[in-house]
């Protein structure tokens, strides 16, 4: 069985319902994750912001957008069968409801989990009720009976193992089973999320849940690109990454990919694919266990909103046990730390979770003088790198020469070189990159 994932422009019209559709139905008895339409999580966050801020007239229009683009899509999809239409309308004003209740009452962050869960709901409703309008017996599935977090906020593997295998043998006579992206409950059984982008997240942990035979990544481009398309022109897919290299693309900003939808699809050895759903016979991205090609860089990505915290030693020198209680103190903060350069007495620190910067500057005061820079962004060279092949680091520098460079890590890994630059150098150092690496 696969796992076949569809992102918000995917489904974001009836038009692109009715392609998904095609693209599902010939492909058998498989698991179809279904992101929110496109747009839609952004309009209930705003609707959340109206809600929070008491602002009732503000949050009743945005409804109303939100219902007109439903209604719209409802005509489309079943313009012939009043039944289906009549029976999307009530889902969609259930939803509706369920939102409104929020408005002019304490609006809690547990509310606004569930408000940001009603456009997964609403798409996969919707799919659902178009695949049995064409004779497909299709099981609507609930992310919330099987995907969960446990206590540390991480998903529960052994949980979701379970509940989905109960689950899909529980339905095993539909033809497909639809599920949403996204969404789960926390340890406590409340509704949460797996963050923005979490859908491919949720396609890679059911895949892993289920061993399933291939995951698919279906969304508006045809694979992952060399570089980011919204900052570089002429850009062109790469056909095979490793599921390193792919991670590690992925966490350091190719946003076509959720930062950790890659692990649970590598401890499996499951190989994903990117696809297009605008050109579904395009080659796409193949990420899988793919054997060693000659020392190349494939692509590059990069990730904003960093900040760099050097830290300097008020010894002479290091001392054994600065560092431990320098990188203690973001742990007690618990701020993952994305790179880090050392000196014989300081310690640089790239992070972009912010939130407890002013708590972790003022800890980190204790272990020496400390300084802060912000905007700044990291800058990901990937590929296959092994450090015994030469040269590759110095095409890269050389790329990058009229760029300051704040901090550079090489060898933590065989497939990544990164950099840290200032926020406001990032697209021209994305774009002397490209033309360096790809198309000198
Ligand atoms: P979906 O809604 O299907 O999940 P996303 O918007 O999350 O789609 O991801 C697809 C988008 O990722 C593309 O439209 C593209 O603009 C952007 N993107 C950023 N970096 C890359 C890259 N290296 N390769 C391909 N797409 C990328
Ligand atoms: N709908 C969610 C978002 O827009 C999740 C996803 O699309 O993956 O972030
Ligand atoms: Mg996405």
Not at 260 to 276: G, M, R, S
Request: aromatic share 6%.
């Amino acid at each position: 069985m696969k796992v076949l994932k569809f992102g918000g422009t995917s489904v974001g019209s009836a038009e692109r319902i009715k392609d998904v559709a095609n693209i599902i139905i010939p492909q058998g008895k498989n698991v179809i994750v279904l992101s929110a339409m496109s747009g839609v999580t952004n309009m209930l966050i705003e609707i959340c912001s109206y809600i929070r801020n008491n602002e009732a007239i503000l949050a009743e229009q945005a409804i109303t957008i939100l219902s007109q683009k439903y209604i719209e899509t409802i005509r489309n999809l079943f313009s012939e069968d009043n039944n289906r239409q009549a029976a999307a309308v009530k889902a969609m004003e259930e939803s509706n409801k369920r939102i409104r209740s929020y408005i002019g009452n304490r609006f809690r962050n547990e509310d606004e989990k569930i408000v940001l869960a009603q456009g997964e709901l609403m798409s996969t409703m919707l799919m659902h009720l178009y695949l049995h309008s064409l004779g497909v017996n299709s099981a609507l599935l609930s992310a919330l009976d099987f995907m969960r977090k446990s206590y540390n906020g991480e998903p529960d593997k052994e949980y979701i193992t379970k509940h989905t295998n109960d689950i899909l043998f529980r339905n095993s006579k539909a033809d497909i089973y639809i599920t949403q992206g996204f969404i789960c409950r926390d340890c406590l059984g409340k509704i949460d999320n797996l963050e923005r982008g979490g859908s491919d997240y949720t396609a890679s942990l059911i895949g892993a849940a289920i061993k399933a035979d291939e995951i698919q990544i279906w969304t508006d481009i045809d694979g992952l690109h060399n570089n980011d398309p919204r900052f570089v022109e002429n850009t062109s897919p790469v056909r095979q990454l490793s599921f390193d290299e792919a991670s590690e693309l992925a966490y350091f900003g190719a946003k076509i990919l959720h930062p950790t939808c890659i692990l649970p699809a590598k401890q499996h050895n499951i190989p994903v694919k990117l696809l297009n759903t605008m050109q579904p016979s395009a080659s796409g991205t193949l990420i899988g266990d793919i054997p060693d090609l000659p020392a190349t860089i494939k692509a590059v990505a990069a990730k904003d909103n960093i900040k760099v915290i050097s830290v300097k030693s008020d010894r002479l020198l290091l001392s054994y046990g600065f560092l431990h209680r320098v990188f203690e103190i973001f742990k007690d903060h618990t701020t993952a730390i994305d790179m880090i350069s050392t000196s014989e007495v300081s310690v640089s620190v790239a992070i972009d979770n912010g939130k407890e910067l002013d708590n972790i500057i003022k800890d980190l005061k204790k272990c020496g003088s400390v300084s802060v820079d912000e905007d700044m962004s990291i800058v990901c060279i990937v590929g296959n790198l092994h450090w015994n092949k030469c040269g590759l680091e110095a095409v890269v520098l050389k790329a990058l020469e009229e760029i300051p460079v704040r901090m550079i890590s090489y060898g933590g890994s065989n497939c990544n070189i990164s950099i840290v630059i200032k926020a406001c150098d990032k697209v021209k150092a994305l774009n002397l990159l490209s033309k360096n690496l790809f198309y000198n």
